[in-house]
């Protein structure tokens, strides 16, 4: 199988996903490396700053918690949807006061529930993009009025798109996203920010996890070499690897 039949099997929806240990290993390697959940969190403040109450938090596809637990701090009550066990199971250990619903947002259900703030960072890549206007559709009935959804999304450019660009493809079309979301909810609603950071590592191998992370597919395990190869050619600094992430933030506010 090439990069490009990976490309076109996971971007139908046919996405491997890494066993949920392996999972975990990467997301934590990730975190490590990378200044983006400092930044995020300062981005998700300005948001939360501005939003009416601060009585329930909803965070999609929650991960290792580094954004839900530091957030959760400024909210009355938080819930998480996460699909993978071992990191919702890290939920209901660490944080016995949220409640844990450990499922996919599209199929999880949470009846009337509503929310002051929903966050789905970085997970909308897990969703077929054809479905990811029902997947907002279904966040904004569940936001209260004066609430606010925050969707973190990698930058179509910038140098971690270069690297997917290389192996696999990344042709999200965040302006039309930003197009049917203004459609839909109308211009004063919708807002959009830019913001970078960086990922460092010392040795080669961690960057070829945080690749194979970013990759997503765990069939990308196939061309370890040609990653490794890209990473010596591409980001090798004195004294180990580093490149840029551009991401995008979009902010959709009910009245
Ligand atoms: C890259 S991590 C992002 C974690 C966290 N939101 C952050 O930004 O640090 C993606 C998370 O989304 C979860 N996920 C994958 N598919 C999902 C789905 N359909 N619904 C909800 N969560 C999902 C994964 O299990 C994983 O924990």
């Known amino acids: 199988m090439s990069p490009d039949d990976v490309a076109k099997t996971s971007q139908t929806g046919g996405l491997e996903m890494w066993d949920d240990a392996e999972y975990q290993r990467q ?5 490590r490396c990378s200044t983006e959940k400092g930044i995020e969190l300062v981005k998700v403040g300005e ?3 501005g939003i009416r109450h601060r009585r329930r938090f909803l965070d999609i596809g929650a991960g290792g918690g580094d954004l839900t637990i530091p ?16 990191q919702a199971a890290f939920f209901k250990r660490r944080c016995p006061h949220f409640t844990v619903y450990n499922d996919f947002w599209e199929k999880v259900d949470l009846g009337s529930k509503r929310f002051d703030f929903i966050l789905c960072s970085h997970v909308l890549y897990y969703i077929e993009e054809g479905k990811w206007l029902t997947a907002i559709d279904r966040m904004y009935t569940h936001l209260e009025d004066g609430g606010c959804i925050a969707i973190v999304l990698q930058s179509p450019i910038g140098q971690v798109a270069d690297f997917f660009n290389e192996f696999t493809r990344y042709d999200v079309n965040i302006l039309e996203l930003w197009h049917d979301l203004i459609q839909r909810y109308g211009d004063d609603v919708i807002e959009v920010r830019y913001f970078m950071n960086e990922i460092y590592t010392e040795s080669l191998e961690d960057m070829v996890t945080i690749g194979l992370f970013l990759l997503l597919d765990q069939r990308f395990k196939q061309f370890e070499s040609e990653i490794r190869q ?19 933030l979009l902010v959709a506010k009910k009245a």
């Open 71 to 86: 957030i959760s701090q400024s909210f009355a009550e938080t819930s998480v949807v996460e699909p993978n066990e071992k």
């Open 230 to 248: 890209y990473f010596e050619t591409h980001h090798k600094v004195a004294g180990g690897y580093c490149f840029t992430q551009d991401e995008i």
């Open 27 to 31: 997301l934590a390697l990730f975190v």
């Open 47 to 49: 948001v939360i700053a």
